[in-house]
């Protein structure tokens, strides 16, 4: 019955440009928990086991009053919040019992959706060891049924958030048409690189850009039929040779959104996901030849998964359980180890000098 | 059987910038014609009534070479073309008798749906008194049954290429809802001002924006619930009062377009039917604000009225002209006299000092 550390990885100070290890998020151990019996109070106590770092947290880290956008601030001083897979180790409520896997966003409810513009929604329980969890639904948590025994951490990606947003962006907006082709940017991270997949399995064909050679690799290893180093090659050069392209699948903006619009072919679509290159430079990142819609008969889909996963869900599941468990659909993560490394992990992923999906492994099961 | 003048509009110089009248555009009276016994090898003899003047014709001003568009660009020293209405003097055409009235392409067939980067597309039977033509489908000419006995202009404003892209474009893309506001902007325009009628039979709430105290009036005489001068009067202030906005209607691009993203509603819809505010300017207007097409989920459609119409036809004319012919939906004219006058009122049309839809008056009936 001895107490043992509850380590967090904590929301220290607001970023100016790309966020500061050491700073912008700082480890602290001084919590201590007794595992077996700290107070339940009707609710169960939660193991971390992985978390996810996703691009889009970027955004979450603003002042309150600052202009708002599609989740909640993080509140200063507090653990982060973001997804992740956890074991049950005591529960006294009636849903849940020990042994169980939940997955789901760790410490705070979308506020969806509504814009949110303050960190009125941020909980206590988050990024951290042990948490006493109480609800369900309202804390977005689902058992796993992990029947393919695929790692944990597969439901924080390709399975996850990621997953989904990849399947369900893909199955709402592309309407891809065999012999078409797809551009996909930051195609080796666990969107991208699911989208890929999906294309080339409705028969597309498929160009890729990623930041490293090794994440050239990686895509061509999953079937892209054109991969490319975006610092290395002229995108501009590879879209007028490959292109024109009938749908693109953004989550950088900026000048490679602007490549897109000019290599797009007549009524190709845009699939506006995410725009990592804005994310660390205040969001004005222009947008200079968008005439072009017009002109070619564009359209423009912009969507947060949270926003629809409500319809995709249970296909979802049913659909991309089987094929990531027989290995149909491949996935690549890179695990960084302990709540110590989500300052330097945050980073990575931001400056994209990761080389896979980043995934903070807090324990084993 | 004297000849007689075929006077002609015809395109002279690319304007760098604003188009200068008498250089841009000249007129030219040297050509005659006589009317009784020009052969028509099979063909008809038109004689212009009325001709559209459209603010889109200043991308068809470029240069050979120059980066492609929608439309074919206008040779220098041919005729414009562009939409009118003529009746046909005589005629040796299976489908065309004398006094047949004629609404469509005057002069040109669009290069529909490639994009066009010559001007090979370019015939020569223009913007002129008399012409012979000789094949209405591969022309785009449709007969008139004016049954309502509206005045020639109405067929090239509220039920011609306007009317119609102001109709299909609603019907396609704006996805109304009853209670929804809409923002429009250039409202006391041929487009904008249909789109203002279209939105309040359906049940919007409407704000829109015009460049002048007239033509305010008009927006409001027509049913705009806000009707505001964007010259005298802040737009984001407006926006920020009367929205959130659920539906753009852009025909400016540029910093309107940017206030309306800021304004815009989750889920908003934005039609992007032109951008004049980038016709004269190299097209180049950034868009600094485009991350909240992921932030609000919002969906862009560009569109050009030439790539839909085939759908919506039939529907269009069934629907519009009785309501244009009761009066239920209203319009307005600004009429400018002859050939001669094509230079100015071209300008007028990109600077937006006329007062309404401009109309080129040829000839009487």
Same mark, same amino acid.
């Not at 180790?89 to 009636?94: I, V």
């Given at each position: 019955m001895a107490p043992v550390k509850n380590g967090r990885a904590l929301f220290n100070s607001y970023p100016e440009g790309y966020p500061v290890p050491g700073e912008t998020i700082v480890y602290d151990d001084s919590e201590t928990i007794v +595992? %077996? =019996?700290?107070? +339940?109070n009707g609710g169960f106590l939660l193991k971390t086991l992985e978390l996810s770092i996703d691009p889009y947290m970027r955004g979450r880290m603003r002042a309150p009053g600052s202009k708002g956008s599609y989740t909640g601030g993080y509140a200063i001083g507090k653990p982060l919040p973001n997804y992740g897979v956890g074991v049950v180790?005591?529960?006294?409520?009636?849903d849940v019992k020990a042994g169980d896997h939940l997955y789901g966003i760790y410490g705070t409810a979308y506020q969806n959706p509504v814009l949110c513009t303050?960190?009125?929604? &941020? +909980?206590? &329980? %988050? $990024?951290?060891e042990y948490a006493i969890r109480n609800d369900l639904a309202s804390m977005q948590l689902v058992k796993i049924d992990n029947q393919h025994n695929l790692p944990w951490s597969a439901y924080v990606g390709v399975l996850g958030m990621a997953g989904k947003t990849a399947y369900m962006g893909w199955k709402k907006y592309a309407s891809p048409k065999k012999g078409e082709t797809l551009f996909v940017t930051t195609g080796a991270g666990p969107v991208g690189s699911l989208v890929i997949q999906l294309a080339k399995r409705d028969g597309l064909k498929v160009i890729g850009s990623a930041g490293s050679d090794e994440k050239v690799q990686f895509m061509k290893e999953i079937g892209a039929d054109v991969a490319f180093n975006y610092k290395t090659t002229n995108t501009a050069d590879v879209l007028a040779k490959e292109g024109p392209i009938d749908i693109y699948w953004d989550s950088v903006g900026g000048e490679m959104l602007e490549a897109a619009i000019d290599a797009a072919n007549l009524n190709a679509r845009f699939v %506006?996901?995410?725009m990592i290159s804005v994310y660390n430079s205040?969001?004005?990142?222009? &947008?200079? =030849?968008? $005439?072009q819609i017009i002109a070619k008969s564009l359209t423009f889909y912009g969507f947060v998964i949270t926003r629809i996963e409500g319809e995709y869900n249970e296909e979802f599941y049913k659909v991309m359980t089987p094929l990531v468990g027989s290995g149909q659909i491949k996935f690549k993560d890179e695990k960084w180890n302990g709540l110590q490394s989500v300052g330097d992990a945050f980073l990575a992923v931001q400056k994209g000098t990761n080389k896979a999906k980043v995934v903070i492994h807090v324990a084993d099961d």
């Open positions: +595992l %077996e =019996n700290v107070p +339940l180790l005591r529960s006294e409520h009636p303050n960190t009125d929604n &941020i +909980l206590n &329980i %988050e $990024f951290k %506006e996901c995410g205040g969001y004005t990142a222009p &947008i200079r =030849n968008f $005439f």
